[in-house]
């Protein structure tokens, strides 16, 4: 079932609940399987939307967030030798990755709305999100790496691929 047709299903106050639940912060709940859903359909509708940007409009003339040239600056500066073409999931998952991640992205908190919220991230550039392409992110990671994706031309392909066909 699409993702729209599971929100229109729910209705309006049913969409308001949801709305207002997934307002709340995260230790307010256990693991409710409702909930995780509801994540992830918001974490999929983000995806999605996301590449049919990138499809639509030349990635190299985007721009994410207003800190884009803070994020990219530091992004390069502590993840120098990161491929950006095919990330690795132990480029995000290791510990010794955690913990730079970690650093890294703290230094956004509070500049960037929800910075550590849950997103999904292309480990292929050149591939459309798909479960064997697609890792779970936080929200500055996720801008981290699709603005120097975008600045450094690695998102081009699947602009270019959509505009050929």
């Known amino acids: 079932m699409a993702s729209e047709d ?3 299903s729910l209705g309006v106050e049913g969409a308001s609940a949801a709305a207002h639940a997934l307002s709340l912060p995260a230790d307010a709940y256990g693991n409710d399987p409702r909930l995780e859903v509801m994540w992830a ?5 983000h995806a999605e939307v996301y590449f049919n940007l990138i499809s639509s409009v030349d990635p190299k003339f985007l721009k994410l967030t207003k800190l884009d040239d803070e994020i990219y600056s530091s992004f390069r500066e502590t993840f120098r030798d990161l ?3 095919l990330l690795r999931t132990e480029d995000l998952k290791s510990d010794r990755a955690k913990e730079t991640w970690r650093t890294f992205c703290n230094q956004f908190e509070g500049l960037i709305e929800d910075f550590n ?3 999904l991230l292309r480990l292929d550039c050149e591939k459309n999100y798909t479960e064997e392409n697609t890792i779970f992110a936080t929200r500055t990671q996720f801008f981290a790496v699709e603005i120097a994706r975008n600045r450094e031309g690695f998102n081009s392909s699947v602009f270019q ?3 050929s066909q």
Do not use: E, F, R
Not at 41 to 45: D, H, P, R, S, T
């Open 6 to 8: 599971v929100l229109a």
């Open 83 to 85: 491929d950006l073409k």
């Open 117 to 119: 919220y849950g997103t």
């Open 41 to 45: 359909m918001k974490a999929y509708n």
């Open 161 to 163: 691929s959509k505009g």
